[in-house]
C-alpha cells in the first residue's frame, strides 16, 4: 500500500507462486502519525502501568499469573476505568473479594490513574524483550548512554 520504506530486511523470505520477498524487520513511516496523548484502557497496558507487579503484596508476576482488581468494586458502584482498576495477583484478588481497600485493609501501593503514553513507554523500558533480532539493534534505545571513543 505504499505506506512505509523498507529499512532493513530478515534473512527469512516468504513465497508466492509468483514471487518471494525477504519479510521486513524495520520500517519507517512515509507519513507522520501523532501519537495519542493517552493510551488505550487494556488489560496488558494496566498490568504495564502498574509495572507487572501487585498493588497489594507488591510481588511481581508474568502476565498470565496476573489479574487486574476494581479497588472500588463494581458490585458497589465503582467502574472499569484507569481511575480504579490495579493489577493483582489471584491469591490478593481472592482476598480483596468484593470489599473496599478499608475494609480489606488492603491498599494499592499506587493510586490508580491513567497514564500518558511517555509513562507506559518508560515502564516498558524495565522489560525489554527476551530476543533483539540483530537488524533492531541500529534503531533501538537511542537514548542510551552512548560508549566513549
Not at 71 to 79: E, H, I, Q, S
Not at 102 to 111: I, S, T
Not at 133 to 138: G, L, N, Q, T
Amino acid at each position: 500500500m505504499d505506506r512505509v520504506n523498507v529499512v532493513d530486511r530478515y534473512d527469512r523470505e516468504v513465497s508466492s507462486p509468483s514471487f518471494s520477498i525477504k519479510l521486513p524487520s524495520v520500517v519507517a513511516l512515509k507519513e507522520y502519525i501523532p501519537q495519542a496523548r493517552h493510551p488505550a484502557f487494556t488489560r496488558f497496558n494496566v498490568f504495564l502501568r502498574d509495572r507487572f507487579a501487585c498493588q497489594y503484596c507488591g510481588e511481581s508476576f508474568l502476565s498470565p499469573d496476573l489479574t487486574f482488581d476494581h479497588v472500588l468494586p463494581k458490585c458497589r458502584g465503582g467502574k472499569t476505568s484507569w481511575d480504579n482498576v490495579v493489577t493483582a495477583c489471584s491469591s490478593c484478588n481472592l482476598k480483596k473479594a468484593n470489599l473496599i481497600p478499608r475494609d480489606a485493609n488492603m491498599f494499592p501501593r499506587q493510586p490508580p490513574s491513567r497514564p500518558t503514553v511517555w509513562q507506559l513507554q518508560e515502564n516498558g523500558r524495565l522489560f525489554p524483550p527476551n530476543y533483539l533480532h540483530e537488524s533492531w539493534r541500529d534503531y533501538l534505545y537511542w537514548d542510551s548512554e552512548l560508549e566513549a571513543i
